[in-house]
């Protein structure tokens, strides 16, 4: 059974900084698999934030470019976000996402509420 599952969500200051991580268990060598982190904000559609694909491509929405790194540990089978500058805008509910060819897998969402 693959799963993926977020934590390190929480509350920070406008301005603050988090670092979110994801643990995978996986079948196969969690290296062939491509990442991503997405997040929901209430109300709003799922979006994408990041992407680390196997070949170590990186993928970044444009509101995430400059904040945001992320980044994975294949032999710990974790991925990372780490998010810098943060602002209400970015108050959302975050997902890890994997996926191995036409397979995908989500993790549960871990929440990040920013006060300003």
């Known amino acids: 059974q693959v799963t993926f599952a977020e934590s390190g969500g929480g509350l920070v200051q406008s301005g603050g900084s988090l670092k979110l991580s994801c643990a995978a268990t996986?079948?196969?060598?969690?290296?062939?698999?491509?990442v991503k982190w997405y997040r929901q904000a209430p109300g709003k559609q799922r979006e994408m934030v990041a992407a680390?694909?196997?070949?170590?491509?990186?993928e970044y929405a444009d509101f995430a470019k400059g904040r945001f790194t992320i980044s994975r540990d294949n032999p710990k089978n974790m991925i990372y976000l780490q998010m810098n500058n943060l602002n209400s805008d970015d108050t959302a509910d975050y997902y890890c996402?994997?996926?191995?060819?036409?397979?995908?897998?989500w993790g549960q969402g871990t929440r990040v509420t920013v006060s300003s």
């Open positions: 996402h994997g996926q191995l060819y036409a397979r995908t897998y």
């Open positions: 996986v079948g196969l060598t969690f290296s062939v698999y491509h």
């Open positions: 680390l694909y196997s070949d170590g491509v990186l």
